[in-house]
């Protein structure tokens, strides 16, 4: 309405006026008042969703967790990025049995904490629980038993010679992190606790200004199960047992979004609002913002991370798509446009989990990727 008010104001009014030369001003205008209209639809939206979906039982020790961690490392001058990691469940009951799940193991999200400690930052890690964390990502999630890293010494459990240099290291790394105190561990399982979470945590990171980074590598869902559409008991195969209107197994008199219809299981999920737009208007608007776009068509890629980019205006999209994501990815932002960052063939190493991944240092890393450029 009011950029309809502008319209009539500046435009319509006169419709002889020659506008030509206000065009680019009106352009400008109109952007704004897009902007200001899409901030507002999206804060209308996260009102919306945190007044209908109740916050997790762990909010309140998460927060004052991160309150502590924060302030200690305010006090010190020190950067905090906020690591997100892991995928995000969809419930469909309130005592869940079934949900829909979004992909990811962790390791983009935890493999990336630890180069952020070995570069100075404290790190919140917010990861789904069970999936990969910092450092322990080296011996669990993988096709081995840790014990096949330990063997037998008179009465004594060691690791074995073939793992002492590497689990050394990694070790090392790991009690100086957490003698330091630079590591917060915190975890969420769907959607909506890790939106709560999220919410709050940036929320308390304001403070830190632009010494704040969030670097969301979580696989985060688009669509959900409204509480007040989610039933509360286990979703029956058995007409016979069907409770409920339309199936639902309580009093509620609306449809729930998953039900069975005859034999059929039906699920009707509502978009989940996007809250980048929130957390760059509103919750962390001096922070430094990098989001990833997953893909799994080439083709799309490059275009959707640079639509994200446009619409959210933050400050890089890291692009990846399904099948390469460990080897390469491909960062867009508005300084350096498209840039492909790849890990040489000859170190696409077999991790134990049958998938490649990236050893040694970052710089022996750049050495190498130009040396292959080079050549090909
Ligand atoms: O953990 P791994 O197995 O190593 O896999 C890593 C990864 C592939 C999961 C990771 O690299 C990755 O791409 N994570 C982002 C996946 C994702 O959510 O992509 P998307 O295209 O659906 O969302 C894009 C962005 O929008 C995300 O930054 C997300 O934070 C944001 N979003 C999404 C949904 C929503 N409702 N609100 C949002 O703000």
Known sequence: ????????????????????????????QQSRITMADSSSSAQQAESHYFTHEPPPKDLKTNT?????????????????????????????????????????????GATSAEYFLDNGYAVIFLHRQFSL????????????????????????VVVDEQHQEEMLRVLRQYTEVKREGKLLILSYVSITEYLWNLREVAQLMRPLGPKAMFYLAAAVSDFFVPQDRMVEHKIQSNEEFLQGPDGASGASNVKPA??????????????????????????????????????????????????????YSHHLVIGNLLLTRKWEVVFVSALDGEKWIRVPRSRRTKSFSGMPSLVGSADQLAKEQASEAEQS
Do not use: C
Not at 3 to 16: E, G, I, Q
Not at 134 to 141: D, G, I, K, L, T
């Open 1 to 28: 309405s009011r950029y309809a008010a502008f319209r009539r104001n500046h435009v319509t009014l006169d419709p002889s006026l020659d506008i030509s030369s206000e065009l680019p001003h009106l352009r400008q």
């Open 64 to 108: 004052t967790l991160a309150r502590e961690f924060i302030g200690r490392h305010v006090d010190e001058g020190r950067r905090v990025v906020l690591v997100t990691s892991g995928g995000t469940t969809v419930p469909l009951e309130q005592q869940t049995v079934r949900y829909i799940d979004n992909f990811s193991a962790g390791t983009r």
């Open 133 to 156: 964390l910092p450092f322990s990502r080296h011996y669990s999630h993988n096709t081995r038993s840790f014990l096949d890293y330990m063997k037998e010494e008179n009465g004594q």
């Open 258 to 311: 998953a039900r069975t219809e005859g034999r059929s299981l039906v699920i009707d999920l509502e978009p989940v609002p996007k809250f980048l737009k929130q957390l760059v208007d509103g919750w962390a608007p001096q922070a430094m913002i990098v989001s990833f776009k997953l893909e799994t068509d080439p083709s799309l890629l490059v275009r959707k991370a640079q639509y994200s980019l446009d619409k």
